[in-house]
């Protein structure tokens, strides 16, 4: 871990993705970089993807499931659309908790929704990402990315997927 970035979710012990369950969320912390910042002296819009990006890897991490395991198993994730809302402006040295959970529905598409909070639980900025896992031979999008996350995954309650 870096300096300024702490766990929740998975480092406290719970083993859901988050409402559907009552589980509280996988969430990540991280502190706002000076040179994150813009000539405003708040973050930098692209770098609310990057934190988003940094908090989805480290719940797949969190649920056993490595970048070097899905490229064995020829799959990786795509993001095929992001929405971002800007609530309120971080500032350098602000403690932020990106949190992450997966939400399912059917077919070969799935939604991540986060969010972005500061110390004192303000909203700062909501992201939602329509996401896929693509087969990395064919360039496909999978059929069921639950099933193969299911598989990969040595915690898959994290990722929002019933063991079964």
């Known amino acids: 871990m870096t300096d300024g970035e702490r766990t929740a979710g998975a480092a406290a012990g719970t083993d859901g993705a988050g409402a559907a369950d009552g589980a509280a969320p996988f969430a990540l912390g991280i502190t706002v970089r000076g040179y994150e910042t813009d000539s405003q002296g708040h ?3 692209s770098v609310y993807l990057q934190y988003a990006e940094h908090a989805r890897w480290s719940l797949l991490q969190a649920s056993g499931i490595s970048q070097r395991t899905m490229v064995d198993r020829r799959v ?3 993001t095929v659309e992001t929405t971002i ?7 350098a040295g602000d403690e932020t908790e990106v949190s992450c959970a997966f939400v399912w529905g059917t077919g070969r598409t799935f939604r991540i929704e986060q969010t972005v909070r500061t110390a004192d639980g303000t909203v700062a900025a909501e992201v939602s990402a329509v996401c896929g ?3 990395l031979d064919t360039r496909e999008l999978l059929a069921d990315p639950r099933a193969c996350l299911r598989e990969l995954a040595a915690r898959p309650g994290l990722l929002g997927i019933d063991p079964g």
Not at 85 to 91: F, K, T, V
Request: proline residues 6%; hydrophobic residues 30%.
């Open 43 to 45: 973050l930098n819009q």
């Open 133 to 135: 896992l693509l087969d």
């Open 76 to 78: 990786g994730p795509v």
């Open 85 to 91: 809302r800007y609530r309120r402006e971080l500032r």
